[in-house]
């Protein structure tokens, strides 16, 4: 997707995309920026990392548009009776190796407040139906994956729920709500009169 040229107040955008270590972004590395934005990150981020991205943005007046963070929680319908364990057991993998997981965006709203920045958070839900059976099924494939390597004791379950499931999916009758959280994290402007 091609960033836009104008805002909608006619300015000029500029975009720039930066790789690096989360654990050493400073202030000084944002001056200048108007936003930072990630998709799908904070879940995959330790407490001390969530803590220091968000010392750099209210050090640097920079907001941040957090989006897609997992939320711990997952509609299928219809409902199977392994629904609820797979989902246990796919949070518990997302907290592994000090991740966050579906803490994530508590912790970086608390982190960022911390920082004295306002916070607003939406729920960004995706929601995968017929039209989307191939996305749907590769999904359930890492979902389940990542809940059988956490929990290796439903693997023979999870197999047999994995199938089914599937085959709903390529029936057309699944349905999935897979639970999403943004976040804005509003810095105040450092320096200079806001």
Same mark, same amino acid.
Not at 11 to 23: F, M, N, P, Q, Y
Not at 103 to 113: G, L, Y
């Given at each position: $997707?091609?960033?836009?040229?104008?805002?909608?107040?006619?300015? /000029?955008?500029? $975009?720039?995309? !930066?790789?690096? *270590?989360?654990?050493?972004?400073?202030?000084?590395?944002?001056?200048?920026?108007?936003?930072?934005?990630?998709?799908?990150?904070?879940?995959?981020?330790?407490?001390?990392?969530?803590?220091?991205?968000?010392?750099?943005?209210?050090?640097?007046?920079?907001?941040?548009?957090? #989006?897609?963070?997992?939320?711990? !929680?997952?509609?299928? #319908?219809?409902?199977?009776?392994?629904?609820?364990? %797979?989902?246990?057991?796919?949070?518990?993998?997302?907290?592994?190796?000090?991740?966050?997981?579906?803490?994530?965006? #508590?912790?970086?709203?608390?982190?960022?407040?911390?920082?004295?920045?306002? %916070?607003?958070?939406?729920?960004?839900?995706? /929601?995968?139906?017929? *039209?989307?059976?191939?996305?749907?099924?590769?999904?359930?494939?890492?979902?389940?994956?990542?809940?059988?390597?956490?929990?290796?004791?439903? /693997?023979?379950?999870?197999?047999?729920?994995?199938?089914? /499931?599937?085959?709903?999916?390529?029936?057309?009758?699944?349905?999935?709500?897979?639970?999403?959280?943004?976040?804005?994290?509003?810095? !105040?402007?450092?320096?200079?009169?806001?």
């Amino acid at each position: $997707v091609a960033a836009p040229r104008t805002a909608a107040d006619g300015s /000029r955008v500029t $975009v720039e995309t !930066r790789r690096g *270590d989360l654990a050493r972004l400073t202030p000084d590395a944002l001056a200048g920026a108007a936003l930072v934005t990630a998709s799908a990150l904070l879940d995959v981020l330790t407490a001390e990392e969530v803590g220091n991205l968000a010392a750099a943005c209210a050090g640097a007046g920079c907001p941040a548009l957090l #989006t897609l963070s997992v939320a711990g !929680r997952v509609e299928l #319908t219809p409902a199977h009776p392994l629904d609820a364990e %797979i989902t246990e057991a796919f949070n518990d993998h997302q907290r592994g190796t000090g991740m966050l997981g579906p803490d994530a965006v #508590t912790a970086a709203a608390e982190a960022f407040a911390g920082h004295g920045a306002t %916070i607003r958070t939406l729920p960004s839900p995706w /929601r995968l139906g017929p *039209d989307e059976a191939g996305l749907t099924a590769s999904w359930l494939r890492g979902w389940v994956g990542a809940a059988v390597e956490q929990r290796p004791e439903l /693997r023979e379950r999870a197999a047999r729920y994995l199938d089914e /499931r599937l085959a709903v999916c390529a029936a057309g009758e699944l349905r999935v709500v897979v639970h999403h959280t943004d976040l804005l994290a509003l810095c !105040r402007p450092t320096g200079g009169v806001s």
